[in-house]
């Protein structure tokens, strides 16, 4: 049973390109939240969806940055035109259900625009 | 809104020694989880170890154990019989019990990087 599977694990953007970021949940797990770690920093929460609906991006920033979970394949955070700012790691982690307080973690992304 | 802070930025230990990592948290919520991460150089999050708020038995996985102090809103982990492999950052969680958006949703601290010496 392969855990949450993140890709790529490094992806290099020139200022004002789009950054797609994968995540394909734990088998059988349908809800998905997504991280950013700035660095020296902790994570902070993003966005957290179940699959085809958002119920949660009170951490998503309110422009260039989006976050969907089709029905079929993975869950994809989109970040258009993209800044040096936005220069992280993203994680995302999966739990089977809502009252499943163990989330399983991706190794994450490290966005780096250059 | 909840906030979590790791006081400690930096720490270390030698091997088979025992270390303790604070943590302090701000709620308003009764009812809530607290978690110990551990992201070792391959930045895997790892859950160490789980406490349930309204359990007031330390919560102890292995050489990892905790002291909870729900009235002072303290979440401390002690590493005993540190071992190389636990150097890695450590980051407390917080993550709220009731129903609604907010379930599943984890607040991380800044985290501790934890060295263990040979």
């Known amino acids: 049973n392969a855990g949450v599977m993140q890709n790529p694990r490094h992806l290099v953007r020139r200022r004002g390109q789009e950054a797609r970021l994968r995540c394909s949940p734990m088998k059988g797990h349908s809800h998905v939240y997504w991280y950013r770690q700035l660095p020296e920093e902790g994570l902070k929460f993003m966005v957290y969806?179940?699959?085809?609906?958002?119920?949660?991006e009170s951490g998503m920033p309110k422009e260039r940055f989006s976050a969907e979970f089709p029905k079929e394949g993975p869950s994809i955070l989109r970040i258009q035109q993209v800044v040096r700012g936005d220069s992280a790691a993203y994680f995302c982690?999966?739990?089977?259900?809502?009252?499943?307080?163990?989330?399983?973690f991706g190794q994450g992304t490290r966005l780096t625009v250059v | 809104a909840q906030t979590v802070t790791q006081s400690q930025p930096e720490m270390s230990v030698q091997e088979a020694e025992t270390v303790t990592l604070s943590c302090t948290y701000d709620t308003s919520e009764n009812n809530y989880y607290l978690f110990w991460y551990k992201q070792p150089p391959s930045r895997q999050m790892i859950l160490v170890i789980r406490?349930?708020?309204?359990?007031?038995q330390n919560a102890t996985e292995n050489r990892f154990s905790v002291n909870f102090q729900k009235a002072a809103k303290s979440f401390s982990l002690k590493i005993s019989d540190s071992q190389l492999g636990d150097t890695a950052m450590y980051f407390c969680?917080?993550?709220?019990?009731?129903?609604?958006?907010?379930?599943?949703?984890?607040?991380f601290g800044q985290g501790t990087i934890l060295t263990v010496h040979p």
């Open positions: 969680a917080f993550m709220k019990r009731t129903g609604g958006t907010s379930y599943g949703k984890l607040t």
């Open positions: 969806l179940q699959k085809e609906n958002i119920i949660d």
């Open positions: 982690a999966s739990s089977l259900n809502q009252g499943n307080t163990e989330a399983f």
């Open positions: 406490q349930e708020a309204y359990k007031q």
